[in-house]
């Protein structure tokens, strides 16, 4: 579902999507936080601005323990008729433990590379947290708040052609709790259960929620 414009006063989304749409990246991004749909819906965008549909240029790496001389190695290839070559590494534990070696690397990156970090566990002291805030850009996604979600979940109602009451919303709310992946479930779930109508009741709620 569409997120531009909802959180308006989030300075770094804001950069994010101002990045995306100019297509003006920066050499690395950190994406870290709690709130795991929003880390996961701007990890995406990234990765399909930033590749813009080449796959040969762009790596994945996940998990612990990964090999730092392979990536640097993978990094230092100039990319194969390309302008860019993406690497993207997902809960690495390098900015909860550390990494020196990508650390130093970071000081003098190559002009066509890009990084992408998305991680659970950071440490805003860690020499990897520095380093991406010295020539990066960084996102925390923090848990959203009640009249915030509302608003996002009446727009993808809203879109789908049905309507809600405020009560009813906050009633939905208080079945889902405020992680947005669990809020988009629920909302398919309604969607479904009232295909043939417009308003989507609290009955509707108790019976699928």
């Given at each position: 579902q569409p997120i531009d414009g909802i959180w308006k006063d989030d300075l770094y989304m804001q950069t994010l999507n101002q990045d995306i749409?100019?297509?003006?990246f920066k050499p690395v991004y950190l994406l870290?936080?709690?709130e795991a749909f929003l880390k996961k819906s701007y990890k995406s965008r990234l990765r399909e601005a930033l590749t813009d549909g080449d796959t040969m240029n762009y790596n994945y790496f996940e998990g612990k323990g990964m090999?730092?001389?392979?990536?640097?190695?993978?990094?230092?290839?100039?990319p194969f008729f390309?302008?860019?070559?993406?690497v993207l590494l997902e809960d690495t534990g390098f900015f909860k433990n550390k990494c020196e070696?990508?650390?130093d690397y970071m000081k003098e990156l190559p002009d066509y590379l890009y990084l992408v970090f998305a991680e659970t566990e950071v440490d805003k002291r860690n020499r990897m947290y520095k380093a991406v805030k010295?020539?990066?850009s960084i996102a925390e996604f923090i848990r959203q708040d009640e009249k915030t979600l509302m608003r996002w979940a009446a727009g993808i109602l809203g879109k789908?052609?049905?309507k809600i009451t405020q009560r009813d919303m906050e009633h939905f709310l208080s079945k889902t709790g405020t992680d947005m992946s669990n809020i988009e479930k629920e909302l398919e779930k309604l969607l479904c259960y009232t295909m043939d109508r417009s308003v989507i009741t609290g009955e509707d709620i108790d019976a699928v929620c």
């Open positions: 749409k100019d297509r003006t870290f936080g709690e090999n730092v001389n392979e990536i640097i190695g993978l990094a230092d290839t100039m390309a302008e860019r070559r993406i070696e990508l650390a010295a020539c990066g789908a052609g049905k």
